[in-house]
């Protein structure tokens, strides 16, 4: 219901969403603990990274929690409000301060568009993954081989 109230403005206030997500009551704590948080964005926060990496860093270093950004590079600089939000960069700079942020969390970061996927933490883990295994079994097949000539 909270979700569905809420209207577009020009504005991305990463701060002040993260604090709200993190700063809970400390009697209550127990009951809100989180082990991670997905931000879905279309642009850069307003405020400049290295404040929000410093600040994510310790939060998420206090709390054993993880930060993880989902970024959507859409085509058109404003939203269908026509609002330019406050703090602009290009996509390219945008996934790079989201990167710096997401490491400072020790998060995944996720970088999509219209036209597919431009990077993912879990699809690099995957094929980097797949590598090894080729690899590896690359070196158990020559292995094999080697044995059977020698006997």
Not at 37 to 45: A, D, F, Q, V
Not at 92 to 100: D, N, P, V
Not at 125 to 137: Q, R, W
Request: with cysteine.
């Amino acid at each position: 219901r909270w979700v569905l109230s809420l209207q577009c403005k020009g504005s991305r206030n990463f701060m002040s969403a993260l604090r709200r997500a993190v700063e809970v009551d400390f009697k209550d704590k127990d009951k809100h603990k989180s082990q991670g948080l997905y931000l879905l964005t279309t642009g850069i926060p307003d405020q400049e990274t290295y404040t929000i990496s410093a600040y994510v860093a310790e939060v998420c270093g206090g709390f054993d929690l993880q930060l993880h950004v989902c970024l959507f590079s859409v085509t058109k600089d404003t939203g269908s409000s026509g609002v330019i939000p406050a703090r602009y960069a290009d996509p390219t700079e945008t996934a790079s301060a989201f990167k710096e942020i997401v490491q400072a969390a020790k998060g995944r970061f996720h970088w999509f568009g219209e036209a597919g996927i431009f990077e993912s933490d879990d699809i690099t883990s995957i094929v980097s993954e797949m590598e090894k295994a080729k690899n590896y079994s690359q070196k158990c097949a020559f292995l094999v081989e080697s044995l059977k000539q020698r006997s």
